[in-house]
T-cell receptor
Framework: ETGVTQTPRHLVMGMTNKKSLKCEQH?????MYWYKQSAKKPLELMFV???????ENNSVPSRFSPECPNSSHLFLHLHTLQPEDSALYLC?????????????FGPGTRLTVT | GQNIDQPTEMTATEGAIVQINCTYQ??????LFWYQQHAGEAPTFLSY??LDGLEEKGRFSSFLSRSKGYSYLLLKELQMKDSASYLC??????????WGAGTKLIIKP
């Protein structure tokens, strides 16, 4: 148990569906991250939030839309996804950005796009 | 470009020692992390090196040579529960983590 929870753990969706992934951290951290993990590939940083403000968007397609209502919660809204978007989506948090902090990860959402 | 290289897969025997190497080329360096990830689970932090040398933490040790762009993770007295993927990541000049693809470690009895 890392103090970061993610729901759902598994999600199967069609290309025309709209769904949302949820992440919550109970560590009092100010920075939150979304990563995509595909088999045998490095973790890809998608978005970074610092004190609820988005600080990084690493050229992520607009079919992924993040939302951070407060420092403890992070959402990833999904719509009109493609089969190549199937992957493990990991949420992480750290005390701050702009420092080499250890990141704490949630267990991930395994997404399958059909 | 930025690049982290580590072997895709390694096999070792229970009770033995294994060394997992990581080489990196990044724009700036603010430290190197090792994480462990069991199948279907979250990555968990193992170690952080920012200065050259060896950091020991129980059965696990991590080494860094900044001049060579090189690190290794040393696991001693291997146990079956050490079967996992080991991820190397470098904090670059913007404090973003640049990740390797991970090394899958298989432990055999």
């Amino acid at each position: 148990e890392t103090g970061v929870t993610q729901t759902p753990r598994h999600l199967v969706m069609g290309m025309t569906n709209k769904k949302s992934l949820k992440c919550e951290q109970h560590l009092g951290h100010n920075a939150m991250y979304w990563y995509k993990q595909s088999a045998k590939k490095p973790l890809e940083l998608m978005f970074v939030y610092n004190f609820k403000e988005q600080t990084e968007n690493n050229s992520v397609p607009s079919r992924f839309s993040p939302e951070c209502p407060n420092s403890s919660h992070l959402f990833l809204h999904l719509h009109t996804l493609q089969p190549e978007d199937s992957a493990l989506y990991l949420c992480a948090s750290s005390p701050r950005v702009a420092e080499p902090n250890e990141q704490y990860f949630g267990p991930g959402t395994r997404l399958t796009v059909t | 470009g930025q690049n982290i290289d580590q072997p895709t897969e390694m096999t070792a025997t229970e009770g033995a020692i294994v060394q997992i190497n990581c080489t990196y080329q990044t724009s700036g360096f603010n430290g190197l992390f090792w994480y462990q990830q069991h199948a279907g689970e979250a990555p968990t932090f193992l170690s952080y090196n920012v200065l050259d040398g060896l950091e020991e933490k129980g059965r696990f040790s991590s080494f860094l040579s900044r001049s060579k762009g090189y690190s290794y993770l040393l696991l001693k007295e291997l146990q079956m529960k050490d079967s996992a993927s080991y991820l190397c990541a470098v904090s670059d000049s913007n404090y973003q983590l640049i990740w390797g693809a991970g090394t899958k470690l298989i432990i055999k009895p």
